[in-house]
């Protein structure tokens, strides 16, 4: 019996990394969720709940902001949900007892975006609003770490923006009932994503304001996504990520920090 199919004889396993995987919403990659005999079962696993999350934008002067939300999970062999993210699962292909590519396409909300209220420095710029964004994501997932890459577009027209995000991660179990999952990545944005969002058009310069038009830019990524589960019903998930800006975005004069993070608290209740 290789590794992947003995942890099919732990359910417990199966919904713990579901929900580390998920949590943070395609913000990097998935562990390994569903084994390959799983995916064969028409069993879907729901899952609600409560969680809130606390992020810092880089735009100068802007507030921190704490936001609530309800967590909705549904989990099968053909989609996964949870979060901004909805997930349409496609065959995978089992290289071996250690080793999986999965395939899926994806569409998850992005509430990126501010009103010329949020801060000082957005007086007199025109709204920027977050969107819907859709495309493809693959990986690869490994004994040894898992990789994963999504590419996608921002269909709600918005930005008209490009993004295509890199990802290696690895989960590690300790006891029953507790499971880390530590990841770095790299998320590249087109120059109309990054425009859209840190550019100052010539209607919006003022005296502390010039002009500015984004280009492409590639952010750096790391944090740790956490689960402690009771039992086989209540859990509790953590995450904390910090992102390092690139210059392209840096440079903006909407933008005053070369950081921004997030963290993220919940209760899942799965059934």
Same mark, same amino acid.
């Given at each position: 019996? =290789?590794p992947?199919?003995?942890?099919?004889?732990?359910g417990?396993l199966t919904?713990?990394?579901?929900?580390?995987?998920?949590?943070?919403?395609?913000?990097?990659i998935a562990?390994?969720?569903?084994?390959?005999?799983e995916?064969?079962s028409?069993e879907?696993t729901w899952?609600?709940?409560?969680?809130?999350i606390?992020?810092?934008d880089?735009?100068a002067?802007?507030?921190?902001?704490?936001?609530?939300?309800?967590?909705?999970?549904?989990?099968?062999?053909?989609?996964?949900?949870?979060?901004p993210e909805?997930?349409?699962k496609?065959p995978s292909l089992?290289i071996s007892?250690?080793?999986?590519l999965?395939?899926?396409?994806?569409a998850?909300?992005?509430?990126?975006?501010?009103?010329?209220?949020?801060?000082?420095?957005l007086?007199g710029?025109?709204?920027?609003?977050?969107g819907?964004w859709?495309?493809?994501?693959?990986?690869?997932?490994?004994?040894?770490?898992?990789?994963?890459?999504?590419?996608l577009?921002?269909?709600? =027209?918005?930005?008209?923006?490009?993004r295509f995000?890199?990802g290696?991660?690895?989960t590690?179990?300790f006891g029953e009932?507790?499971?880390l999952t530590p990841?770095v990545? +790299?998320?590249?944005?087109?120059?109309?994503n990054?425009?859209y969002?840190?550019?100052v058009?010539?209607?919006?310069?003022?005296?502390d304001r010039p +002009?500015?038009?984004?280009?492409? +830019?590639?952010?750096?990524? +790391?944090?740790?996504? =956490?689960?402690?589960q009771?039992?086989?019903?209540h859990?509790?998930l953590?995450?904390?990520e910090?992102?390092?800006?690139?210059?392209?975005?840096?440079?903006?004069?909407?933008?005053?920090?070369s950081t921004q993070?997030a963290?993220?608290?919940?209760?899942?209740?799965?059934?």
């Amino acid at each position: 019996m =290789g590794p992947r199919q003995s942890l099919l004889l732990n359910g417990r396993l199966t919904i713990m990394r579901l929900v580390t995987a998920a949590f943070f919403g395609g913000l990097v990659i998935a562990s390994p969720l569903v084994l390959a005999d799983e995916e064969n079962s028409d069993e879907t696993t729901w899952g609600l709940g409560v969680g809130a999350i606390s992020d810092q934008d880089p735009y100068a002067g802007i507030d921190r902001e704490n936001t609530p939300f309800p967590l909705f999970l549904v989990e099968n062999r053909y989609i996964s949900v949870f979060g901004p993210e909805i997930k349409f699962k496609l065959p995978s292909l089992v290289i071996s007892d250690s080793q999986q590519l999965d395939f899926g396409i994806v569409a998850q909300y992005d509430g990126s975006g501010y009103e010329q209220g949020d801060a000082t420095i957005l007086n007199g710029m025109s709204e920027r609003k977050g969107g819907f964004w859709a495309g493809a994501k693959v990986e690869w997932n490994t004994d040894l770490v898992d990789v994963g890459a999504e590419w996608l577009t921002d269909v709600s =027209g918005n930005s008209d923006g490009q993004r295509f995000d890199l990802g290696l991660e690895r989960t590690w179990e300790f006891g029953e009932h507790i499971m880390l999952t530590p990841h770095v990545g +790299a998320s590249w944005q087109d120059d109309k994503n990054v425009d859209y969002y840190f550019g100052v058009r010539d209607s919006e310069v003022r005296f502390d304001r010039p +002009a500015y038009s984004g280009e492409s +830019a590639v952010n750096i990524e +790391a944090g740790v996504r =956490g689960v402690y589960q009771f039992d086989q019903h209540h859990s509790v998930l953590i995450g904390v990520e910090v992102t390092s800006l690139a210059d392209e975005i840096k440079d903006s004069p909407l933008v005053d920090r070369s950081t921004q993070n997030a963290v993220l608290v919940g209760y899942l209740y799965t059934f």
